[in-house]
């Protein structure tokens, strides 16, 4: 089997760089089990899981740490992110049911609640192999199908700037440039569906996904200057 290994720093140690350099007023969440990423936030803080695990201290310094204990389509009828923070999100990190539906949607509704510059980072979208992204749930290093959701944005949304990381173990993909008020992913999720719903990465070829993730260096971005080059809040 063909494998690509992440060289990189972990998505942890990525998103802890976010946090300490750009300096987020909000931070939203989807996927947080045992609080390892919650726990990387200093600022307004949304987390959404249907089945919390935490282990660190769940408020940490932060004025204010919102959990709620539902899916992530449930959220999102439920709640509207800009008004529990009283502003647009600035930092976000998918990384909940490995679905490519699910996270596509995840991203879609998050995105309404970004200003252009927001960050909105998906994780276990570059897998090590195709063994990773079968779509029952495979423990250890499974990735699901959420590989497709890069070609998918890069389809329907070459507007959006998507930068990919070696994260550790399974990259990190930083999506900026973002549009509020843009309904083309949500108008198109059932031609999209048809479309890539039945594509396995083998079919599609691991290696040219891998190359057409064009992946960077996690040192690229190690300094503020340097992470500035690309993100900026
Ligand atoms: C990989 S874990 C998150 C790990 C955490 N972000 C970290 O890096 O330490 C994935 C989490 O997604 C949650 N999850 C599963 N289905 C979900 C859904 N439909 N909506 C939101 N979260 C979901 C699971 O309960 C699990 O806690």
């Given at each position: ?119 909105v ?10 063994g ?20 998918i ?17 399974t ?28 594509i396995?990465l ?32």
């Amino acid at each position: 089997m063909i494998e690509y290994e992440h060289k990189g720093v972990s998505h942890y140690e990525l998103l802890e760089t976010f946090h300490r350099d750009l300096t987020p007023r909000s931070y939203f969440e989807i996927g947080t089990l045992q609080g390892g990423t919650l726990c990387l936030s200093k600022c307004p803080t949304v987390c959404v899981d249907p089945s919390f695990q935490i282990k660190v201290d769940p408020t940490g310094a932060r004025e204010a740490t919102m959990l709620f204990q539902k899916t992530s389509d449930r959220f999102f009828q439920d709640h509207n992110v800009t008004q529990l923070f009283g502003g647009p999100v600035e930092l976000a990190f998918l990384d909940g049911l490995h679905e490519a539906e699910t996270l596509l949607r995840d991203f879609a509704n998050i995105e309404r609640h970004c200003k252009p510059n927001s960050i909105v980072c998906l994780h276990d979208c570059v897998p090590m192999n195709v063994g990773q992204t079968v779509r029952a749930i495979n423990g250890g290093l499974w990735t699901g199908d959420v590989w497709k959701v890069l070609p998918i944005l890069k389809k329907y949304r070459p507007d959006i700037d998507i930068y990919v990381f070696d994260a550790y173990p399974t990259g990190l993909v930083c999506c900026t440039n973002l549009d509020a008020d843009n309904t083309v992913l949500r108008e198109n999720c059932s031609s999209i569906w048809r479309e890539w719903g039945k594509i396995e990465l083998e079919e599609y070829g691991f290696e040219k996904f891998i190359q057409e993730c064009s992946i960077l260096p996690t040192s690229l971005i190690s300094s503020p200057e340097e992470l500035r080059r690309y993100f900026y809040l």
